[in-house]
């Protein structure tokens, strides 16, 4: 395993450095007590965090353009919408424009989510 597989961002890395522990990878070991092993483990987590994001925005736009053409959005059915994620569900689409309104309102999505919670029926059919 290559270690930018192993780790996607500087969170896990520093876990594993403060431990002082050696990572074997398909490439090599990278032993991440001294300050060149430390230093080239953040690098490569950096790099593999870039490449994360550049994957999201293609995927971000690749769906976007499809369904501004119609298209359905590949992927399961998304809460509020029917299957293709393009289409609303209307008895779900108003659930999620309340919770947004209750978000501006001030609400914590904790709080929302609790009522969800509390009362099931009230946001989808049961």
């Known amino acids: 395993m290559n270690l930018d597989r192993l780790l996607r961002g500087q969170v896990g890395l520093l876990s594993i450095i403060g431990a002082g522990k050696t990572v074997a990878t398909v490439e090599d070991d990278l032993d991440l007590t001294p300050d060149h092993g430390g ?3 953040e690098l490569l987590t950096s790099l593999a965090t870039f490449e994360t994001n550049r994957k999201r ?5 690749s769906n976007e353009s499809r369904a501004a053409r119609g298209l359905p959005v590949p992927g399961k059915r998304r809460f509020g919408f029917e299957s293709g994620n393009i289409v609303e569900r209307p008895e779900e689409a108003g659930v999620i424009r309340a919770a947004h309104r209750d978000l501006l309102a001030g609400h914590s999505v904790r709080s929302i989510a609790r ?7 009230a946001y989808a059919p049961c």
Request: aromatic residues 14%; proline residues 7%; contains cysteine.
């Open 57 to 61: 925005e293609r995927q971000t736009r």
């Open 115 to 121: 009522e969800w919670n509390q009362r099931p029926c």
């Open 39 to 41: 230093f080239r483990a």
